[in-house]
């Protein structure tokens, strides 16, 4: 047992390492992963979950390695969580209600990568994983007020009962406006780009391609996109992006269309200039900028990084024939705001080029309206091999398995809203010496700091490596944490209709410094979705700013006036997101919040309540030690939180700690013991001087499961008594249903029993 001086100097020690956590740009070591962090996302305030592709993990759970894990961000611990079939490469998206759920993946695997060993790649009798090629996984955030081994807060994972149609690897997911995710293309078993040499089947490349969509909830039969043939190669993790009409963007090698989800109509948008690919395994930054009531809720999305080698060099299924990690990334930027309200045709715009070339680059929207950029490398692209053309043994490979270069450890910010040529910084930005290239991933927290984790371009669990396999997660503080004031509010509501009545927020006096007229007329009230974030994809983030007007109080506190989301559920599709009041570009904690009735179906929809007019108060001001503005692009290098912050750090750092160690003696869950990594450090380069990921894996495995279309599930019944995470209060007990076909009984995963319920919810 630790003696009390000894609980007092850990207690001071935790108390200055988590003050120098928080100095604006710095990016801090926080703990261990436990399992890498391929994919994430954020569930509640409190959990981010993370999936690893299925691997040597040192971290088991139920006698074989672990590939599922669920973070705390308080703690800085991880819980590790059972997932039965291969995650590897999976795409993902919200549920209306605020679950989640993950698409498809691969064959089933066991060490080194060798197909699973129980028909050609069903099952893998030492790693124990399933196929996950056409798995459905649905998973109901919880909080530690839950039992977090229950059933209801793990992972439902059984392809027999829930799958897709086809077999789909790295496809594209996005969610429509009615909560219904479209599931675009993809992969039938592995490789680096998905075509062979020469390409004389581009729609089907001899079964090895999925040219396909189909939804979930399902809405028929799967069919052939054609956009998906003419991208052949270069259309895997494809770039979509629902449009205020219900259309969506779709880019995809350097092709753009508009395509609608109806009637599967495609409408050409010019090609990306210069060549430049920014889908995997170019893997170029994208996202769409904030939507505002200044811009009408009108998406402009922006392209950053990427590359433009020459098709030549892409190579097929096995490996590229250039040794990539000797080709520069792009810096080139573009911006296409696919619907135009003025009437012209859309147009690919040059922006401003990034700071650095980057593939594996990932865009972050933050609640003051700008986008960070984290991760990646200067040379290559995404993806792993033993060999190129031009390097036919692994022992040659400068890398190891890594087809990227030269990493970059120093992020960017880019604001939209500032003068051409003045939109990217890295100015007091902090850099970190931990390589996050190939399944990296990087993530927004519910205080505004952005998580970062991940990496591993490698075929199997590889420590030794010059680019290893990573567990070790990171914390980026953005500019505004130098504000010694952060905002606060009260009066959030648990769920947001589209149009409707406005709602009240309250900001005491305290949470701002200065003039209250300034403040008020400083303040926006925002949503943010996260997203899944994998492969340096955020998929369904979006920033949306909800119109407001203000009263400004005699007792100096400041009331805002929020409308509700704007009456069309494409601009913010149903599902959870975090409220952010920002005062002056300075960010409150998030608050979750669910928007839409919590139901997959047609949102309801009402007109937009008008706001009353500002009021000020010319005597008002905030008590707040001055939270000042932010700069978008340059951190404060010593003001943070001072001396009595730190204290206040260092107390909850010892609860934290105290909370953390009473965890583990009185879990549940029965954990077999796992080593823990060392951080995969590297001396990051600054230039891009270095040679730096895609595998191939076996031929297309047999499908001999049993499999039922997507109607045989309930995936939201959510039976949290504590409500900690804002769920909605709407009643979730009607089952999806797809009317497509013979109707079949809804299978509730979480009876006990495994019984069988009728859409009414009766068990029988």
Sequence with gaps: ????????????????????????????????????????????????????????????????????AAWDINSHTTQLMEVLTNTFCASGMHLPNGSYATFGGNSAIGPLGATGSVNSGAYDTTYQDYDGRKSIRILNPCTSANDMSSTQCQWFDNAAVLSM????????????????????????????????????DPEYEGGAAEPTYEFYPSRGAATVMNFMITTSGLNSYAHTYLMPSGNMLIQANISTILWNPDTNVETALPDMPGGVARVYPASGAVAMLPLTPANNYTPTVLFCG?????DEYWGNYSFPNYNTWTYPTSKDCQRLTPEPTDGSSPVYVKDDDMLEG??????????????????????????????TG???????????????????????????????????????????????LYHSSALLMPDASVMIAGSNPNIDVNLTTVFPTTYTAEIFYPPYFSASTRPTFSGAPQTLSYGGSSFDLTVPSNAYSGSGNSAAANTTVVLLRGGFTTHAMNMGQRFLQLNSTYTVNSNNSITLHVAQVPPNPNIFTPGPALMFVVINGIPSNGTMVIVGNGQVGPQPTQ??????????????????????????????????????????????????????????????????????????????????????????????????????????????????????????????????????GREVADYDPYNSDGGVQHSVGQRI
């Design 1 to 68: 047992m630790f003696t009390p001086v000894a609980w007092l100097a850990f207690g001071l020690a935790a108390s200055s390492k988590l003050a120098t956590a928080q100095q604006a740009g710095s990016i801090v070591q926080v703990g261990n992963t436990q399992v890498s962090a391929m994919m994430m996302f954020l569930g509640n305030e409190e959990k981010v979950y993370i999936l690893d592709k299925a691997e040597g993990n040192a971290a088991s759970i139920n006698g074989h390695p672990a590939w599922g």
């Design 607 to 740: 007109a937009a309540t008008v706001l009353p007019a500002s009021a000020q108060n010319p005597s008002a001001s905030g008590s707040g030690s001055g939270s000042g503005s932010s700069s978008s692009n340059s951190a404060s290098g010593g003001t943070h939180t001072g001396a009595i912050v730190g204290a206040v750090i260092g107390a909850i750092a010892i609860i934290g700690i105290l909370g953390a160690l009473f965890g583990i003696f009185v879990a549940r869950r029965r954990r077999t013991a796992s080593r823990q990594h060392p951080a995969a450090a590297y001396a990051m380069r600054a230039t891009g001087n270095g040679y730096g990921g895609g595998v191939s894996r076996g031929g297309a495995t047999d499908d001999r499961a049993r499999h039922s279309d997507s109607s045989a599930f309930v995936p939201l019944q959510q039976d949290n008594s504590s409500n900690a995470w804002n769920a909605s209060s709407t009643s979730l007990h009607s089952p999806y249903r797809d009317a497509h």
């Design 390 to 436: 031009q390097t036919p043994l692994y022992g040659l490979m400068p890398y190891g398995e890594s087809l990227a270069s030269g990493p970059i450890g120093t992020p960017s910010i880019y604001n939209p809203n500032l003068p051409a040529g003045s939109r990217w910084s890295n100015a007091g930005l902090g850099n970190s010496n931990i390589a996050r």
């Design 358 to 387: 980057r593939t594996m680059g990932q865009f972050i929207i933050l609640p003051d309206g700008t986008l960070l950029v984290v991760n990646g490398g200067q040379n290559g692209t995404a993806g792993y091999a033993q060999a």
């Design 306 to 310: 990427g590359t433009d080698m020459p």
């Design 165 to 200: 149609q086809k077999q789909r690897w790295y496809s594209a997911a996005e969610a429509l406006g009615d909560g219904t995710i479209a599931l675009i293309g993809g992969f039938v078993s592995g490789g680096y780009i998905n075509r062979n040499t020469p390409n004389t």
